[in-house]
């Protein structure tokens, strides 16, 4: 199911871009070769009632830019949801953290309180991949740290294309400082 939402969120992403620039290609071909258009926008609107051609690809463009955005939020929920179920005590056999297998129930439960990435990212050079390995499969996550603050970390799953691309939420833990080197650490604001 997220593999095939993943897909149909980069093909919608696609079509509008390419929908997009037909339109305004198309509009720019109308206005330049009429000789009555002297740059008027109302002319082009006009021109486009009577072309058909032109409503079809603004519509086209209209409509896959919103179900683009509307699939990719809700892809972003639904890796959340996964993350969340995936963390939990039934699902975990092991958790590999940068490729070093490793037992923390605390960080699982930091991590399983992922919530929605709604503020500004700017993630420092700090990198910490983590598997969470099941009976049956795994899940790869990659967490980048905030840069002022060591407990805060933005939440990347590398098994889809969108979400590699964008963050999908947020976590805060203090469980991951040991993987991270000590002259960064010591370089932050001390926690309140």
């Excluded at 996964?82 to 963390?87: F, P």
């Excluded at 005590?89 to 699982?108: Q, R, T, V, Y």
């Amino acid at each position: 199911m997220l593999n095939l939402l993943d897909t149909i969120s980069h093909l919608l992403g696609y079509l509008f871009f390419i929908s997009f620039t037909i339109f305004w290609v198309y509009a720019v071909i109308i206005i330049g070769h009429s000789p009555n258009a002297n740059g008027e926008f109302f002319f082009f609107i006009r021109m486009l009632k009577k072309l058909k051609f032109g409503v079809f690809f603004a519509t086209f463009a209209l409509m896959s830019f919103i179900l683009s955005c509307s699939t990719s939020l809700i892809f972003e929920k639904l890796i959340r949801e996964e993350i969340r179920e995936k963390a939990s005590p039934h699902f975990i056999k092991s958790i590999l953290i940068n490729g070093e297998l490793a037992k923390n129930d605390s960080l699982l439960m930091d991590i399983s309180n992922i919530w929605h990435p709604n503020t500004k990212r700017k993630p420092s050079s700090i990198e910490i991949n983590l598997t969470l390995i099941g009976s049956q499969d795994s899940l790869p996550i990659r967490l980048e740290r905030y840069e002022y603050d060591s407990t805060l970390y933005w939440v990347y799953c590398p098994n889809f294309e969108t979400s590699d691309l964008n963050c999908v939420g947020r976590v805060r833990t203090k469980h991951l400082n040991i993987y991270q080197p000590e002259h960064l650490l010591k370089a932050l604001p001390s926690e309140k």
